[in-house]
């Protein structure tokens, strides 16, 4: 039971610091309305145009794969020294090797999907955008 009371403690202080800190700074800041200080600031320039404009999905699509692509690096790294123990241990190769062979041929599988979808294409190339008029 009191592997539940550390717990306990340490979730109640990992919420009442944040919550601590919110109240004093609410209570020490200063206070004084003004019109400009609700105004969009855009360093130093004034705001032109609405707030509301439209983003080219692309940039979504590339830090997704992004990611995705990094994680991928990110779980093979420790696979390389989990193989290398295998290898010592002589586990038979399908078995050490299997796994992480399924895993990468479905990023590359993944990967064709998006380059075939045109998600890592950043910008069309003249005959592209002759094709697309077409």
């Known amino acids: 039971m009191n592997d539940w009371i550390a717990i306990g403690a340490l979730a109640l202080v990992g919420v009442l610091i944040p919550v601590g800190m919110m109240s004093v700074s609410y209570l020490l800041r200063p206070t004084v309305p003004e019109t400009s200080k609700r105004a969009t600031y855009e360093s130093g320039e004034i705001p032109t145009g609405g707030t509301r404009i439209r983003f080219n999905i692309q ?28 290898l010592a241990a002589d586990i038979p190769l399908v078995r050490a090797l299997g796994p992480m062979l399924l895993f990468v041929a479905i990023l590359l599988v993944g990967l064709a999907w998006a380059w075939r979808t045109g998600a890592v294409q950043w910008a069309q190339t003249p005959r ?6 077409s």
């Open 59 to 86: 940039y979504y699509m590339v830090a997704l794969l992004f990611v995705v692509f990094d994680i991928e690096t990110v779980l093979l790294f420790p696979w390389a020294v989990a193989y290398q123990d295998a």
């Open 128 to 133: 592209q955008l002759e094709t697309d008029r």
